[in-house]
């Protein structure tokens, strides 16, 4: 069975971005980033959120990852912007076991904390990993949102970077 | 000058304790709890909040820290339980730069965080170091509580233990 990975980038504090979904204070050149760009390869098809998929809307960006078969889940949205984007609205969870169930490369969860909320209360994040991230933010979107279960995992890898990124791999032990 | 250190257990959703500020899920034995024995040899002073001095008293601890000298801030404890905790009510920071000016070892801020973030406000700490623990809360007491400012920091060190917990050590760049 595919996995799905919940893969993003956190502060110390644990917030994936600012309140308004901006980013700043996020290394974004070095190696961490070449290796995350490399990393995406082991996937072929991506979930987010409504207000993810957004971030990259206010910049143009209608096809962020074209390698990849695209999910963006909103009661929302009535149009998808673009042919390559998959917009869903409802039945999230029965989509996700079905393309758990498909054969192919891992599922690329890359945010938001509402959507990773939802499918991890479902069992269905494999695994978790995290750009742990030198800054503190504040405030902002956590991890998670809303109350979660405590979940026990296993840190099966890290690496260091010299930005002083950690790349951190997690099991989820369902 | 001394340095303030905040040395917390941690979540990887960024939790240092369960909102009843139990820490149930937090591994107990290994390595890591060796080292962090052994790491308090640095520190002569300890600062806590009141809640976090009252789960150890919850447990008949009166006196958590016997090799340091103790300071519990709190404005609604009367009188310290024992002699070698003494209780501050208010001018926290103007005590801690006092302190922070005298000669000794470091100083351990060893939580809540109430009383982190009124330091990190006061640009008091110096370090943040980070027992990051293979476990989701979910909720409970973070890291830092209320709205703190972006804050960067720099990685200085890292430990992974067979345990799954990972003791990070950054510099807060004031």
């Not at 980033?33 to 993810?52: C, P, W």
């Amino acid at each position: 069975m595919r996995k799905l990975k919940y893969y993003v980038a956190c502060t110390i504090d644990g917030f994936i971005a600012h309140e308004d979904h901006t980013i700043d204070g996020f290394p974004s050149e070095g190696e961490h980033i070449t290796d995350y760009l490399e990393s995406l390869k082991q996937f072929d098809v991506v979930l987010m959120g409504r207000r993810t998929y957004e971030f990259g809307l206010k910049l143009g960006v209608t096809n962020p990852y074209p390698a990849m078969k695209q999910y963006v889940f909103s009661r929302t949205m009535k149009e998808s912007p673009d042919e390559n984007v998959e917009l869903v609205s409802d039945n999230i969870a029965e989509l996700v076991r079905k393309l758990k169930n498909e054969t192919g490369k891992d599922i690329y969860l890359c945010g938001g904390a509402d959507l990773a909320t939802m499918l991890l209360g479902e069992n269905l994040i494999d695994e978790i990993i995290l750009k742990l991230s030198p800054v503190l933010f504040g405030s902002g979107i956590p991890l998670f949102s809303g109350v979660i279960k405590q979940t026990a995992l296993e840190h099966t890898d890290s690496k260091i970077y010299a930005s002083g990124v950690l790349l951190l791999h997690y099991r989820v032990k369902n």
